[in-house]
């Protein structure tokens, strides 16, 4: 074998030679969330895992996706094959199939909640209910451009701003979507502090920006220990589909507020929750494959992904202003805001967005309740939806 003969052979074996368009135009597009990452810092967290992982899934040859077996996928199977002789990142999928890493998610998100603001103001529930508007404006608008039912309804769910209930409701009902909605809804609830400011703005008046609200009550210990458990209690025995997110954030909160279980509430909030974002993070973004992912209906979902969460930012404002006017002005709209389930980014913005209108307004506690009330609304969404159409 001359040297032109080995040159030639690395070169047919390379990455190189196999590169397709879709890989290359996937590779740019995790170079772009990176760089919002990295350089804007726009949820770094979720973007750095995800641009990362949509990065190692496109490279060509790697089969870092593998899945020779069909254990999840059964248009590959190879004769022979093992179970070990999957792609690395497909056997960590495993964890987002079987919604294990969501419920984790939940679980750290319930250790780092302080209900705290929505007892104080049980009014919250309200705005956090109506800021779930977008799911079902763009489950309507899914069904008109095609999609069937479970389609439609994993698209909706954008509009929660909440990306493990995204990812569970579509590994449920369209996981051939999950790569399209789940970058959609990670990407969307990282650009929260880009969109949300342009709705509020529009919709909302400077006077009602301005408005100052009281200092909420003092919560007992009591009743944060006793919410949890009356939350679940409800929402599984009026939809049973929901008791697996509901119950592990509960849990979590649980553990973060009981007072007997500080070990347990320091682990599900950091490294738990740090080890289960960056797997669910890398595996959500691998399953970004261009040569699926490319087509006119990823446009489609994302933009149905951007109607969904701008109607639900919507329909928090809206109910906000609601309130502001059956209570003689005492309720500052841009709470409404913040009923998307993104805790606390949506709360944040809240605050920065008060402060340019009136320097010494401080709405985040106020915000806050909404935006916990948030969480538990998109979850009763996903398991409505889980109900009607799994």
Request: charged share 10%.
């Amino acid at each position: 074998m001359n040297l032109l003969e080995i040159l030639q052979g690395i070169w047919t074996n390379s990455g190189f030679a196999s590169l397709q368009w879709q890989q290359l135009v996937m590779i740019l597009i995790s170079f772009v969330l990176l760089y919002l990452a990295i350089v804007k810092k726009f949820e770094p967290l979720l973007l750095v895992p995800i641009g990362f992982g949509i990065l190692l899934a496109n490279l060509p040859n790697a089969g870092l996706m593998a899945d020779p077996t069909g254990i999840m996928d059964t248009s590959n199977i190879v004769e022979g094959a093992h179970w070990y002789d999957s792609g690395v990142l497909r056997l960590i999928y495993a964890g987002v199939k079987s919604s294990i890493f969501p419920c984790l998610i939940f679980l750290g998100i319930g250790a780092m909640t302080d209900f705290g603001p929505l007892l104080a103001n049980p009014v919250s529930l309200l705005l956090g209910a109506a800021a779930q508007l977008g799911i079902y404006i763009a489950f309507v608008l899914a069904l008109l451009l095609g999609f069937s039912p479970e389609e439609a309804a994993s698209i909706g769910i954008i509009g929660g701003a909440d990306g493990p209930t995204a990812i569970l409701v579509t590994t449920k009902l369209a996981d051939h979507l999950l790569a399209p909605i789940a970058v959609a809804a990670y990407s969307y609830m990282a650009l929260i502090p880009l969109i949300q400011p342009k709705i509020i703005k529009l919709l909302t008046t400077e006077k009602e920006r301005k408005v100052e609200m009281k200092q909420l009550r003092k919560v007992s210990k009591a009743e944060k220990i006793i919410f949890p458990i009356v939350v679940l209690v409800l929402c599984a025995l009026m939809i049973p589909s929901c008791a697996s997110l509901i119950g592990m954030l509960m849990l979590g909160n649980l553990f973060k507020e009981c007072g007997v279980t500080d070990r347990l509430s320091e682990t599900a909030r950091n490294a738990l929750t740090n080890i289960v974002t960056i797997m669910l993070g890398l595996t959500v973004g691998a399953t970004a494959d261009g040569v699926t992912f490319l087509s006119p209906k990823t446009i489609a979902i994302i933009l149905l992904g951007l109607v969904a969460f701008s109607f639900s930012t919507a329909g928090g404002v809206l109910f906000g202003k609601l309130l502001y006017l059956l209570t003689g002005g005492k309720i500052n709209p841009l709470i409404g805001a913040a009923g998307v389930s993104a805790v606390p980014m949506a709360a944040r913005v809240v605050q920065v967005e008060g402060r340019k209108y009136n320097p010494t307004n401080f709405l985040l506690m106020h915000a806050m309740g909404p935006n916990v009330a948030g969480v538990i609304g998109s979850a009763v969404a996903a398991g409505f939806l889980l109900m009607m159409f799994g």
